[in-house]
């Protein structure tokens, strides 16, 4: 019994983009971006995008806009989230886009502090 190779083809068929659009390349450990990363184009890379691969000709037209997250992008172009940072980490490389990280949770203050500081606008408010 000789199995088909079409049918072997077939379930393999549709990695094979990904792995193309990757190049072959894991996502390099200082570009692992968090899913809420800002992402925006540069300005000196607009005359590049006619040279860029099919899928970063689509995140540079969904950054002629301004900014995206780096989940937005994998939204609006349908990818793997694994195979949009590998995408971007080529493009960061190239000088293509700029990635700024997630603005940090605010950092807890001293309640004591906080109470202070209302009780002081108080007193200025009633003139004690």
């Not at 990695?15 to 450990?29: D, E, I, N, S």
């Not at 900014?67 to 994998?74: C, F, G, P, Q």
Request: hydrophobic share 50%; charged share 20%.
């Amino acid at each position: 019994m000789h199995e088909d190779p079409a049918e072997e083809l077939e379930l393999t068929a549709p990695l094979v983009p990904f792995f193309v659009m990757a190049k072959g390349r894991v996502l390099p450990r200082e570009s692992e971006y968090e899913h809420t990363a800002m992402i925006s184009a540069q300005a000196s890379a607009a005359a590049t995008v006619r040279t860029l691969a099919p899928e970063a000709r689509v995140v540079m037209n969904l950054l002629a806009d301004g900014y995206l997250s780096v989940a937005e992008v994998a939204a609006h172009t349908q990818l793997p989230l694994g195979i949009v940072r590998i995408l971007l980490a080529q493009m960061a490389e190239d000088g293509l886009i700029h990635v700024r990280g997630p603005v940090p949770h605010a950092e807890r203050h001293d309640p004591a502090l906080l109470t202070a500081v209302l009780h002081g606008l108080e007193r200025i408010r009633t003139g004690a």
